[in-house]
């Protein structure tokens, strides 16, 4: 049996992790849930699966939740209750599905206190990675990865000497506006924005897949998780997301792994390596039905966001940090309609361009870095307003 934490628990990722812990009662028990303030969907899978520990954002939030309740669980608040679940005593594993880099410090405090990590916030080791990387090998846990690109990977080098790969190549869907120019991108709107081709996400990462910052993000994460330097990692477009990422290997054989886009099959096999269960509900591959697969280029100038992650990534250091933290105010910006989507990647490339760099930045520098920078596009906003 194995007992998990989900922070993060009512988005998209949250909720089909409930689904698959709620799929197989014999393996998998949830120990902690924490979530925002979706008191809806958070009074439903806590009645379902009865953790021991549950965190909202606020009292406010709790009030509302508690009344809903068929049990007394534990509550917690803020972010202190994040790493309350991120802790809790029994869970085995944790996984971390809230967005941002709010992600960090349960994360951090998970694996100080030996939980293993399943992954899906990217954002913290695109602004942490060597800290992250650092307290993995520190505490012995396993870092387990959620993102579909990131497992697909992972299943790949099963059994691969890391020596032997020659290249990590990420597949990209392209996003909501993988069929327009640059010059298409000028008034596009929020919801158009949203409306991903391939997949149900939540928000944010919905428009990161639109800028393609989404896969700039990916690149870093695999850099990190892998082990890889960037200059061996290769992005690719893919519009059909059924090759969900590839290793090149030194033989020049090259190991993909399919499937349709369903994120259920990456939670569950994080959850469950190396042993794979079933999923009841998931669309199997069908190949002649799909007939072909189609690739292209990922060009910088099309997807400046990819260029800028790369060129974070190389600096190194606290680049990624102000990388992170500029797109992740400047799509909240853009949502909330103080700037347009071209702006996105305008915000995030004067951040950097202002930064300078620390080199092996600890963790109150990173929360300072990112702190400023969202104050400084905050003023730069205001100020323009
Ligand atoms: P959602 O926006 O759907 O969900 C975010 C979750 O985090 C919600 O439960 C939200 O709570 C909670 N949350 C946000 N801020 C806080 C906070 N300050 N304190 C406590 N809880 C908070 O995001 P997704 O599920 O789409 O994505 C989650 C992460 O997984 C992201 O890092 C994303 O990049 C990554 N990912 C997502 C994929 C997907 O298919 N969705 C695929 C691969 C990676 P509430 O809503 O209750 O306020
Ligand atoms: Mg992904």
Request: with cysteine; hydrophobic share 45%; net charge negative.
């Amino acid at each position: 049996m194995k007992r998990i934490s989900l922070i993060g628990a009512t988005g998209s990722i949250g909720v089909q992790t409930c689904d698959v812990i709620e799929q197989h009662p014999d393996l998998f028990e949830l120990e902690a849930y924490a979530f925002g303030t979706n008191v809806d969907v958070a009074t439903e899978w806590i009645n379902r699966l009865r953790p021991k520990y549950v965190s909202a954002t606020s009292i406010e939030v709790l009030e509302q939740l508690k009344p809903r309740l068929t049990y007394e669980p534990l509550y917690f608040i803020g972010p202190e209750g994040l790493k309350e679940c991120a802790t809790a005593e029994r869970a085995d594993i944790v996984v971390t599905a809230v967005v941002g880099a709010v992600g960090l410090e349960p994360t951090l405090a998970a694996i100080q206190a030996g939980k293993d990590i399943a992954l899906a916030n990217k954002e913290t080791l695109v602004t942490a990675g060597h800290l992250v990387k650092a307290a993995v090998k520190e505490y012995g846990v396993n870092l387990l990865p959620v993102d579909s690109e990131h497992s697909a990977i992972f299943q790949c080098l099963n059994g691969e000497r890391r020596e032997d790969v020659s290249k990590i190549i990420l597949t990209a869907s392209g996003g909501s506006f993988r069929d327009r120019s640059r010059e298409e991108l000028v008034d596009v709107t929020v919801e158009d924005a949203l409306n991903h081709p391939n997949w149900s996400m939540g928000a944010k990462i919905t428009i990161d897949s639109a800028t393609m910052f989404n896969k700039g993000l990916e690149v870093i994460e695999a850099h990190w998780l892998f082990d890889i330097d960037y200059n061996d990692i290769e992005v690719i477009l893919h519009r059909e997301s059924i090759i969900h990422s590839m290793v090149e290997f030194k033989d020049a054989a090259v190991m993909a792994q399919l499937g349709n886009p369903d994120m259920r099959g990456p939670i569950l096999y994080a959850l469950s390596e190396p042993k794979r269960l079933e999923i009841e509900g998931n669309k199997r591959l069908n190949l002649n039905e799909i007939g072909k697969l189609h690739f292209e280029e990922a060009d910088f100038e099309r997807y400046p966001a990819l260029r800028l992650a790369f060129e974070a990534g190389i600096i190194g250091g606290s680049m990624p940090t102000v990388l992170n933290a500029a797109n992740e105010m400047a799509v909240d910006l853009f949502l909330n309609g103080h700037i347009t989507f071209l702006e996105i990647e305008r915000l995030v490339e004067e951040a950097m361009a202002q930064h300078e760099v620390i080199a092996e930045p600890t963790l109150a520098q990173i929360l300072e870095v990112d702190r400023v920078v969202r104050q400084q596009i905050q003023q730069g906003i205001e100020g323009g307003e």
